[in-house]
C-alpha cells in the first residue's frame, strides 16, 4: 500500500501490561492532533479478522491513562497464523478504509504484524508492551517498571513473614526467558540470591550460599527467582533440596504469577507509553514501516521488526556483580 495515511488502526495483542491503555490513548490523541482518523481493533488479530473494530476520537479515551490491562482486550490467534486468517484480516483492513497498523504487544504479536506486512504492504509499526522486558531495541518495554514495583511491594510483605517465623521464602516471579525482574526486584528487594536463566547458578552452589548467610546471623532468607531459571526443574523442585539439606529452616515457596501484570501503571510506565504512542504515529507520517518503537539513553529509537524479533535483551552484568556482593 503506497497512499497517504488517513487512518490507521491500532491494537493489543498477547499478554497485557500496564501501561498499553496509556499507549493507546497516545495514539488516538497523536492521530487526532495530526488530522488522522483512528480505528480500535478490539482483541488483538482475532478481533481484526471478526472486524471487531470501533472508531476512535479524542475523547474516546479519557481516563483510561491510570487503567491497567487493556481496553482493547487481547486474544491468542490462531487463525491469524494461517493465510486465510490473514487474508480475512486485511479484507477487514480495507472495509474499514485502514491505511497503516500500530500493534502494541510483545514479539509473538510483531512476528504476525511483519508477516502482515510483508503480504499485503500495509504499513505497521509496534509499540513493545511486556513485563519481561525481553525485548531487542529498547532498554524499557511498557509494563516492565510497574511490574517490578509490585513484586518489590510483595517480597517486603513476604519478607516480614520470614522474619517472624525464621523462614526461607523462595519467591518465583515471571521472566521465562530473561530474568530482568528477578534481578531488579532481587537487588531492590534486598533477596540473599537471585537464581536467573542467564546463570545457572546449581543447587550446591546456591546450598552453599544459604548455608554461608545462616552462618554469618541471617535467621530468614529470601531467594528470588526466574521462572524460566535452569537451577532445578521448578521452584518446587529447588525448595524440596534446600529444605532437605537445611532441615533448621521452615522453607515456604510463594509464586506471585499473574498479579504481577495487573495494577495501576506507575508514572514511568504512563510517560513512556505516551511517548511511545506519539512517536509511532509520527513514524508512520514520516514513511516508516515494518519498525517497533523503543527507548535509549532516553531517547526515542526505531528498530526493524526483524531485529527486535530475532535480537536478544542483555542482562546487566554489572548488577550480578552488585548481587554477589551485596549478599555478603
Avoid: W
Amino acid at each position: 500500500m503506497t497512499t497517504k495515511i488517513k487512518r490507521i488502526g491500532v491494537l493489543t495483542s498477547g499478554g497485557d501490561a500496564p501501561g498499553m491503555n496509556a499507549a493507546l490513548r497516545a495514539v488516538v490523541r497523536a492521530a487526532a492532533y495530526t488530522s488522522l482518523e483512528c480505528v480500535a481493533i478490539y482483541r488483538g488479530y482475532q478481533g481484526l479478522i471478526e472486524n471487531d473494530v470501533k472508531l476512535m476520537n479524542a475523547r474516546s479515551v479519557n481516563n483510561i491513562i491510570n487503567k491497567g490491562g487493556t481496553i482493547l482486550k487481547s486474544a491468542r490467534c490462531l487463525e491469524f497464523r494461517t493465510p486465510d486468517g490473514r487474508k480475512r484480516a486485511f479484507e477487514n483492513i480495507k472495509k474499514n478504509n485502514i491505511d497503516a497498523l500500530v500493534v502494541i504487544g510483545g514479539d509473538g504479536s510483531f512476528t504476525g504484524a511483519m508477516i502482515f506486512q510483508s503480504e499485503f504492504g500495509i504499513p505497521v509499526i509496534g509499540i513493545p508492551g511486556t513485563i519481561d522486558n525481553d525485548i531487542y531495541g529498547t532498554t524499557r518495554t511498557i509494563g516492565y517498571d510497574t511490574a517490578l514495583n509490585t513484586v518489590i511491594e510483595a517480597i517486603d510483605k513476604i519478607r516480614d513473614t520470614a522474619i517472624s517465623h525464621n523462614r526461607l521464602f523462595f519467591v518465583e516471579v515471571m521472566g521465562r526467558d530473561a530474568g530482568h525482574i528477578a534481578l531488579n526486584a532481587g537487588i531492590g528487594a534486598g533477596a540473599e540470591e537471585i537464581l536467573i536463566p542467564e546463570e545457572d547458578m546449581g543447587l550446591d552452589r546456591l546450598l552453599e550460599s544459604l548455608k554461608h548467610s545462616e552462618k554469618s546471623g541471617k535467621s530468614s532468607s529470601i531467594v528470588v527467582i526466574a521462572e524460566g531459571d535452569k537451577t532445578g526443574k521448578n521452584v518446587f523442585e529447588i525448595a524440596q533440596y534446600v529444605e532437605k539439606n537445611m532441615p533448621y529452616y521452615e522453607v515456604r515457596v510463594s509464586v506471585l504469577g499473574h498479579m504481577q501484570r495487573g495494577g495501576s501503571p506507575s508514572c514511568y510506565d504512563r510517560v513512556l507509553a505516551s511517548r511511545m504512542g506519539v512517536f509511532a504515529v509520527e513514524s508512520l507520517l514520516e514513511g516508516q514501516s515494518n519498525v517497533m518503537v523503543g527507548v535509549s539513553n532516553d531517547k526515542m529509537i526505531l528498530t526493524p521488526l526483524a531485529k527486535a524479533i530475532k535480537g536478544k535483551s542483555k542482562i546487566d552484568k554489572n548488577l550480578i556483580r552488585v548481587s554477589d556482593i551485596l549478599t555478603v
